[in-house]
Every structure is written in structure tokens, then in C-alpha cells.
């Protein structure tokens, strides 16, 4: 520390009584930079060979009490010397590796000079020697980073957070954003951060904003297992009963045993693929553009058996479609494609859109009057994630009013038998059988951890331990993109900590 005349002031050093206790630990100090200065270390090294004596008025480390001068001639002996060295050194290594630790753990290294700067006085000739012993030491620190500190997060991002508390680390969390918005991932065309009930970030890619209606594709398939619930609670269908089909109930068909809740877990055994080789070979691409386009239905309720119902997993867009069609013989017996559109639309929008306040969602049907219930819900950013935030509290709105019963989400996220990852139409945090591909995060994030997802990259991530929802929306093609966007995912979601 310098004192009001530039020079360099003697209090920032412990003084001891005798020239072997001259080593100390001096706490932070700056230097003087005129010529004339020198610093601590040199003085010290000076006293330690000068034969002149230490002043009398020199302070033990009882108080400052007038001493005898001390010459030369009273200095300890070499060897204890060095051995008060030695201590003195010792303790530094000590404190000097605690703060190291400590910026590994917090994620942020110490500046090397303020531990520098606490190290006891020591001749030139073993300065080298500790800069070969610390540097390994240093290196290992900075690799556990890579390339050292991480890049501050991109203007986009940070101007993306919610003003005030947004419940984790502003920078933390604009990287993370940056990550989803990589082009490593894909484009990244909507994403929304709800932490309870307030929306904490959003950003959109050029060209889309916040009143954009998406495609959910796939995301669309939770849709209809809540349109399912919401039937069952009124009474106007059953889990466990065969789906109530016209089709499937003449005599003899072995599709007549297959139930609702088959249907849910994807557990039906009919015949289905959902991509083929080209890709419009698949079930899903000819029901939605080709031969199967104007009666959906039809078209998935006609495939055969390919297994037991009950037995195997098979994920299907196909699957959805009856679903859709099961819902819509529920709310109307006519045929007429006009009403049974007005029938599914009307309940959609009175009883899951309109008090979810989804303002922007519109549906599509085919042109038998059937929602296309596997893939073809359009809504904004903002409205999925309200569909999104009612499945985090249970069914409940954010006005508080119930949608569906909470026992109905509780069995959506319950996995299924026949693939642990896969609940009724919800995507689960856990580990899929050896084979299968991985869809989320498990052991990155909570297994209590569900999601909607959809075709090249649709998210509605929930995570009711976080009070948390995450929405992305974009495009995303090819496996090492979807798998880049999947570790982005995962790395947002690790911002937020449990909720309280």
C-alpha cells in the first residue's frame, strides 16, 4: 500500500522481533513505480545481510513496545532459518491450493497474481523452481474448461432475459441460449423460458416472432392424449375398454380387443412404419400426403395386426389419427365430414384452448372432418407453452382452473410397459431399451423430467421439480444436429435449480 507521498508504507508487513521471523505472509499491497522504489522482497533480502542494526522501535507481535536493537550478530543460525522458511512456505502452498480448489468447484480460477501476491518472501533462486512444481497444477485447472474462461454470452441472448429475478445466473443462462441457438443445432426459430408462471426468456430467429403460429407436428400427439382424459373424466369414454370403433366390432376381427389405453402407450399391434426407405414409403408420409390423405382415419384403422395388442412398442403417428377419430364418435354420431369438424374444433376450443388462454391455436383436419391428431396444430410460442405449464401443475391453468384431472397427468407420465421412456403420449426423462435411440437426457436431468416432441426438433420440455417449461421451435435434420441440440437442451435445463 502506498501511503499519501507515493512511498511504499511499512504497516502492510508483519514486523517481528527478531531478523528469522522477517518472513511473513503480507496481505494485498501495491508498489511504487518511481525508480526509486524497490520492492518488499529486496528490502527484506537487505536486512537479512546488513550488518547494520534494526531500529529500536521495531513492534514484537505482543505490541509495539520499544526493543533493544538487534544486530547482525543476534540472527539465528542458517539452518533455523531455512527452516522458518519452509513454514512459511508450506502454509502459503496450503492456502494457495484451497483458493485454487475453490475456483475450480465455483467455475472461476483465482487471478494467479493475488496468490502470487500472498506468498512469502523467498530468494530469486526458488521462484523458478515454484513456477515448475505450480504448472502442471495450472494446467490441469485450465483444462477443465477448455480454452480457459467461456465467451461472454451474445447481445441476442443476454437482451433476451427478463428484466429482475429470472430464478438462475443472467450469463449462465444467456450461453445456454446461445448453445440452442448454434447452428450446430440446427435453426432455432422460437424459444421461451417459463419458470412459474412468468415467461423469463424469449428469443426468436430472423423472420419469426412472437405472434408466429408454429407447426407443433408431434407435439400435437399430447394434445390429443389430453382431449382423451378430458372425454374419460366426462364419462364419454373408457381406458380399458376396446376403442369404441365401427370398424374393429364386426365379428371376428382381432383388432376389437385393442383398448384406449393401447392406444395411449402405442401398444396397439397394428402394422405401422412410421419413416421408410425413401422416406415416402413410411406409413405416416402416405397418410398425411398421399393415398391416405383425405380420410386419415381409414387409412390407419385399416392396417393389420403386426403383433399382440398390448405386447410391443411401436411409435405411430397412425396411432394419434384414431385417437382423433375415437374423440370425434364421442362428441357426434354424424358422419357428415362439416359436423364432425364442428364437433372436435368447438371442444377443443371451449373446453382445453379457451381457458388455457391458447388465443392462437387452430387445428387442421382432413377432409373426412377428423383432427389430424399425430402432427397438424398450429400455435405460437407463447401458447405451447401454456399447453405446456398446465401438464407441469398438474392440469391446472394458470387462472387456476382445473383442464383435466390431475390423476390423468399422473398416468400420461407413467411409463409404459413396454418402453420406459414413453408414457401415454408424453415423452419420459429415462433410459429406452438397448437399441433404441435416445429422445432426452437421462442422468443429465431429473427422471421426473417429461417432454412433448416433434418432428426436426420440437421441444416442450417440462420439469415440475424446476417449476420450469421450456419451449424450442426450429428445425433441426440429420443426427449429429439433433444430437448437438439435444446436449443444448440438456445444458438449459441444468440452469435452473429444484425449486423451493
Known sequence: MLDTSGTLAVTDFAVVSSLSETIAIPSTKSFSQSPSSRPPMKRQEQAMRAPKAVPASACD????????????????????????????????????????????????????????????????????????????????CDATDGAGLPPPPSAESMAALAKGDIGASRENLARAIDGVFAQEAGETRALIVMHGTRIVAERYGEGY???????????????????????????????????????????????????????????????????????????TPRMLYLDGRDDM?????????????????????????????????????????????????????ERLFGPLGMTSAVPEFDARGTFIGGSMLHATARDWAKFGAMLRDSG??????????????????????????????????????????PVLFPGKASDRVFAMLGFRGQYVVISPEQDLVIVRLGDTRGEE?????REAMATLLSRFPKAQ
Open 209 to 283: 416472432a412472437d405472434d408466429t403460429r408454429f407447426v407443433g407436428w408431434s407435439l400435437t400427439k399430447t394434445v390429443t392424449g389430453v382431449v382423451i382424459g378430458m372425454l374419460i373424466a366426462d364419462g364419454s369414454l373408457a381406458l380399458d375398454q376396446p376403442a369404441p370403433l365401427p370398424r374393429w366390432q364386426r365379428g371376428g376381427d382381432p383388432r376389437a380387443t385393442i383398448t384406449v389405453r393401447e392406444l395411449l402407450q402405442m401398444r396397439s399391434g397394428l402394422r405401422h412404419e412410421e419413416v421408410g426407405e425413401p422416406n415416402y414409403t413410411g406409413d
Open 396 to 437: 391446472l391453468a394458470e387462472n387456476r382452473v382445473r383442464v383435466i384431472p390431475r390423476s390423468w397427468v399422473r398416468f400420461m407420465i407413467t411409463p409404459s410397459p413396454a418402453d420406459p421412456a414413453y408414457g401415454a403420449h408424453l415423452w419420459l426423462n429415462r433410459t429406452r431399451p438397448e437399441g433404441r435411440e
Open 481 to 485: 444436429a439433433e444430437s448437438r441440440l
Open 61 to 140: 507481535v505482543s505490541g509495539c513496545q520499544p526493543q533493544k536493537a538487534i544486530t547482525a550478530t543476534s540472527a539465528p543460525p542458517p539452518s533455523t532459518t531455512l527452516e522458518r522458511v519452509r513454514a512459511g512456505w508450506r502454509e502459503w502452498v496450503v492456502r494457495a491450493g484451497f483458493e485454487l480448489l475453490g475456483g475450480i468447484f465455483a467455475g472461476d480460477l483465482p487471478w494467479v497474481g493475488n496468490v502470487v501476491d500472498q506468498a512469502p518472501v523467498m530468494p530469486r533462486r526458488v521462484l523458478p523452481i515454484l513456477a515448475a512444481v505450480l504448472l502442471p497444477v495450472l494446467c490441469a
Open 297 to 349: 382415419a381409414h387409412y390407419a384403422e385399416t392396417q393389420p395386426l403386426d403383433a399382440d395388442p398390448g405386447k410391443d412398442w411401436n411409435y405411430s403417428s397412425a396411432t394419434s389419427v384414431i385417437l382423433s377419430d375415437v374423440a370425434t364418435r364421442a362428441l357426434t354420431s354424424s358422419e357428415k365430414p362439416a359436423e364432425r369438424q364442428a364437433a372436435m374444433a368447438g371442444y377443443l376450443h
